[in-house]
């Protein structure tokens, strides 16, 4: 009887669009009592509206954080329907995902990044790891915008599981792809990432090397000022300037 009481209080989202990020962000930090509540009172604005969801707005597509965050949202809704006698958001959903693999992709990226957020990287990883091969039997530009996105991740749940020789080969594997796709941002960030792999693992000559190639990267893209605070943390001279350096033999 308290439950209902409480439940009559909660007033329905007056908007399709709040009400969608309102239930994201609430599968997005795990409070299950809100997103609960949110089903439960907007139960049939829910089902009538999922499908216009199912569109992701363009500002999401370019962001690939928003984007994870997004395609979990979308799974954590679907799921608790097809838990709750409302299966059709979750065959409509699957639907989807079979016209285009790249949105179970989103999906499935979406659910190791909730987990990453749990620090469950083990498990993350394991879907990461399936996403990967997945991804890499297949071929298009979808394949170089997702696949590095992929390894990427994975080399993180490696790196904070402790496997620092597998973080390092699928780091790796990142950093190619973004060099064969020309992504400068991704090329900064998995060159940073290797050189702190390459530190905890004691190659100090090594983890030089990516730290010089990413702040060289960082210089040539005009973001002088954040290439010379990175060389300030690490000690790294010149502070300002081009380095020329060879990657040590292994």
């Known amino acids: 009887m308290a ?46 509206e999922f499908k216009t969801w199912q569109k992701v707005p363009a500002p999401v597509r370019a962001d690939r954080e928003a984007l994870a965050r997004y395609a979990h949202g979308l799974t954590a809704v679907a799921d608790w329907f ?18 285009n693999p790249s949105l179970r992709w989103k999906v499935r990226f979406g659910e190791a990044d909730a987990l990453k957020a749990q620090s469950r990287f ?10 990967a091969k997945g991804i890499s039997s297949c071929r298009g530009s979808a394949v170089e915008r ?23 080969e699928t780091t790796r594997a990142a950093l190619d792809g973004c060099q064969r796709s020309g992504d400068i941002e991704g090329i900064i960030a998995y060159c940073g990432n290797l050189a702190e792999i390459c530190a905890v693992r004691g190659e100090a000559d090594e983890a030089r090397y990516w730290l010089i190639v990413t702040t060289n990267a960082m210089i040539q893209t005009g973001e002088s000022e954040r290439a010379a605070e990175v060389r300030r943390q690490h000690g790294l001279e010149p502070v ?9 033999q292994s």
């Open 3 to 48: 439950w209902l009481k409480f439940l009559k209080k909660v007033n329905p989202a007056s908007d399709s669009r709040v009400l969608r990020d309102e239930l994201f962000n609430a599968a997005g930090t795990g409070d299950e009592a809100a997103f609960d509540t949110m089903c439960l009172v907007n139960r049939d604005r829910i089902v009538c």
């Open 82 to 99: 097809a838990r709750n006698d409302a299966p059709q958001l979750m065959e409509a959903f699957r639907g989807e995902e079979l016209k």
């Open 122 to 131: 083990t498990e993350a990883g394991e879907i990461l790891e399936d996403l």
């Open 146 to 168: 997702y696949l590095p996105m992929v390894h990427g991740s994975l080399g993180e749940c490696f790196f904070r599981s402790g496997r620092f020789d597998r973080a390092y």
């Open 240 to 248: 300002e300037g081009l380095i020329v350096a060879k990657r040590p």
